[in-house]
């Protein structure tokens, strides 16, 4: 696989830190999950797989049957945006556009991904849906979130003044949690919504769902490419997950001393050294409400009874 100069400057910048005596690199950063169309076809192949629908998935989608009907009646019928934040293939979107078009809302579907074959994707799962659908083409469709607040405006044309946002798929976890919302809540107006799915923290939880990260096989075919974009083989690292700090932590060790050279600078790796990948975040159920309530007057929750998995309703 082609070496990636962007991975490995992450690398550089943000060195190491020591645990005890173990070299810990953390590159955990969802830009770099889906540089190329095999990265975030890697995902779109994890998430379809019969493991991960019936182990980790149906979580939010179990949330979403239950409370549709509530959440299409805070939607209302008037004419509104559907804006995917982190679409993915579309797919749990394309749930609120059936339901709604259902009952006849006049709606505009725009997904945004830093992945622009995430983006393709979506809209095609929007083209198969037996509705009238008007996909939104802009060029920042292809954008990370730090863009809203221009690519938002495009979309507040003719009737269609209200959005609805979505955030689903324990997206907010991946990101620090404070940046996200403000840049969000900057590109909504008065009387938008955004409702985010993610998961809660508890004992059981930690130990369900590292258990079954770990025994995915998905998982490691995904983020292995990160690190083969470094120059390293699969067989010398081994991938773990853990649940640390609040966060589940997507982490290779270094099985064999190991040193990559870019452009006359060099990265030196010993074998022990760790480097995670991927983190996601999982909160308390009431520190995850009030951090939403710092930004939102208005925040409905829906959770699991397990308490393992939320679905918050934001409004401005």
Avoid at 261 to 273: L, M
């Amino acid at each position: 696989m082609e070496f990636n100069d962007l991975i490995f400057k992450e690398l550089l910048k943000r060195g190491y830190s020591l645990e005890g005596k173990t070299r810990v690199w953390n590159i955990a950063d969802s830009k770099l999950w889906y540089l190329t169309p095999e990265q975030a076809q890697g995902y779109l192949d994890l998430v379809s797989t019969e493991e991960y629908k019936k182990g980790i998935g149906p979580k939010e989608l179990t949330l979403l049957h239950n409370h549709m009907k509530s959440l299409l009646n805070e939607i209302g019928t008037g004419p509104i945006n559907i804006v995917d934040l982190g679409c993915g293939n579309g797919k749990k979107a394309a749930l609120f556009v059936e339901n709604l078009r259902k009952k006849n809302v006049k709606l505009r579907y725009c997904p945004i991904d830093i992945s622009g074959h995430m983006v393709a994707t979506a809209m095609e799962t929007m083209r198969n849906l037996n509705t009238n659908v008007d996909v939104v083409r802009v060029h920042w469709n292809i954008s990370d979130f730090e863009n809203l607040e221009n690519v938002v405006p495009l979309l507040r044309k003719d009737e269609y003044k209200k959005s609805f946002f979505l955030l689903l798929g324990n997206t907010l976890g991946n990101f620090e949690i404070h940046e996200l919302l403000y840049e969000i809540r900057s590109a909504m107006k008065e009387g938008d919504m955004l409702l985010i799915g993610n998961g809660l923290n508890n004992h059981k939880v930690e130990e369900d769902i590292v258990k079954s990260c770990r025994e995915h096989p998905g998982f490691n075919k995904f983020f292995i490419y990160v690190l083969m974009q470094l120059g390293f083989n699969q067989d010398e690292v081994e991938y773990d997950v853990r649940f640390k700090n609040s966060r589940i932590e997507f982490y290779y060790t270094i099985k064999k001393d190991k040193t990559i050279t870019f452009q006359n600078k060099k990265v030196s790796f010993s074998k022990g050294d760790q480097i995670i990948v991927a983190m996601t975040y999982h909160y308390e159920e009431d520190e995850f409400i009030g951090y939403l309530k710092m930004y939102f007057n208005d925040v409905k929750k829906y959770i699991l009874p397990d308490g393992s998995y939320a679905l918050a309703l934001c409004k401005r």
